[in-house]
């Protein structure tokens, strides 16, 4: 039983890292302008709105995440393989040293990727008379590699832990059967790709278009104004970060860390009405069982979150009014 | 998301079209891929080379591929540069299974010379061609973007190239099982995915602008492959798997280093003195 109990104290783990890592993919993506905003920062010079704004258009945040995240993954391996035989019988010890060491190395990397993205877009905009400002450039990069470090630190331990969540809980048998790299891919995707649909609520409604009714638009001309001016003197990504971690960042963190939960638990929840834990019995009819169970748990998850969703959307259009322009 | 501007067409090009093969610096697209293509295919075949060399072949195999992603995508790809780098890649994938499907036919693996996985290559060249000729032509899909064909067959065919390279670099063979485990069990294969298909798109996402220029993006393609010979060459160290021993794997991190210093502050540079002006610090413009 104590075996159960600690399977399902570390999907709580994972849940809570992803929270983590969620959040701080979207402040990261926000201080780069990687995300929605790069079309504004890349417009902005063309429509004549000069502007002191960091460009890193290293990729989609899907691709670049995976990547911070590969590098990371498959540093830590490299170091894992030649660590662990030096501590048998600890091999935590290995992993802790490891993975700061290989998420440091795709924090560098991600400088560097940072650099040539930020100089590459800008002096490609020459005729827009848009200079390279230096000390956007050096002060941007420390704030994009350390929110990238967390990100890629919380990816990596939960690659970590998955692919020896066996061992962690005392049956190895439960490995996943992925390598450490892959998982880092996959998660490093998942965050990216989360990150990148939810939060970015900078551009949206929040600030460019806070005179306007809800839903309007604006003319894209005037979109570049939103790299112009902030509260006190000119814009820089910086205030970006410190508005978006009031909602927007905990925000995508929860979506992502509810996703993980939810998915993670109803697995969980299935293996175990099928029979399939504490100990893996041979691959037989009890697997459909187990894969039935889950998927039914899913699905009233699914209905669960549609009418939660559907009475909340109708308590605040009754308490906040309609929709102006709907 | 990524907005591309409006990429105007070269002016170069216009001014003075070439005609045939000159081999004057810099070399034009037709040239560049013969000088890619051909060596980083012999390179392939002789996987008992030192790992240097294979980088070497590495570097101008990723190269083509940039080349090749910065042709398809000039006329106006913005969201879509990153998703044809990773076409370029998944070919590449494809193509280089298909080729160590057939490995072992003539394969000499005491000299470690492996010829049959070109077939791979030419596999992804036709396969590049057909899936380029349905975009493209009006009955299908209808995307009409110019020398679309051309450009998905060299893709399939570098991505190939750049995926057996560095199975070659990290196995030191390029026989089927030794693949199996040592690359894909051991989830290097997900760092060889993401790093080609970075340094196929990540050069032309990042100088994409009206004042482009391609001199200036392929030095970044050249950076990145340094970049990922350091890694290939750790990754060697820690599989132990080269008949050369540790210097292979040693000399392949210097290369890679030195590779990537020179042509990180070459692009550095460039960039500074191309932009419109580079300045210490200062106001936006209407604030004087």
Redesign the interface.
Known sequence: MLQVVLLFAWMLVIAFLAFIACTFEDIESDIGSQ??P??QV??AA?VGQ???FFNK????EP?SN??YC??A???V??LL??LEPLVPGATWKAAVVAIPVGVGVAAL?HM??S???H?????????????????VLYGHLLPIATHGFMTTFCITSIAYIQSNIGTLSGNPQLNHP????????IWGITVGSIGSSTGDVHYGTEREFQDRPFGEGKRVVYHGKIT?YADCG?RTQKDIAGFCAKFGGPCTGMTFGLIILFENWRTLVGMLLGGFLPDLPVFTASGDAAAIGGIVMGLLIVAAFVVGNLVFVKWVRKKCGPFVGV | ???T?AVEEEEGEAEAPKKGLSFKFPYDETEMALIAGIPAAIITIFTGLPAVIKGVGLLLALLWGMDSVRKTSKYGLG?G??SI??LGTGYGVIGALMGLAVVEYGAMPALGIYPAVLVGALFMAVLGLVSGYFSNNEKYIAMKIPRLERAMMELGMAGTLAMLLQFSIVTGTLAFQSVVDMVM???????M???T??AM???Y????????RRE??RM?SI?ISG?LCI?LG??ML?LGTSPWGAWDGLSLIVFGAIVWFVF?RK??K???D??????????????G
Request: charged fraction near 15%.
């Open positions: 995300s929605n790069n079309s890349q417009l063309q000069v502007n002191r258009a290293i990729s989609g691709l995976a990547m590969v590098v993954g498959t540093v391996w490299m393989v030649r990397i560097i990727f650099t040539t993205a100089c590459g877009r800008v002096s490609a905009q020459k005729r827009f008379e848009q200079p390279i400002y230096l000390d992925f390598a450490l790299p892959l998982l880092g891919f112009r000119i | 998301m990524t907005v501007p969201t540069v990153p780098g990773v069990e051991t989830g290097v294969i997900a760092f995915f993401i790093f298909a970075m798109f990540h050069p996402n990042a100088c994409l602008g009206p004042d482009e200036r993006t970044v950076e970049l890694i750790f990754a820690v990180f692009f550095i460039a960039c500074m191309e932009c419109w002006e580079t300045v210490g610090t200062g106001l936006i413009k209407t604030l």
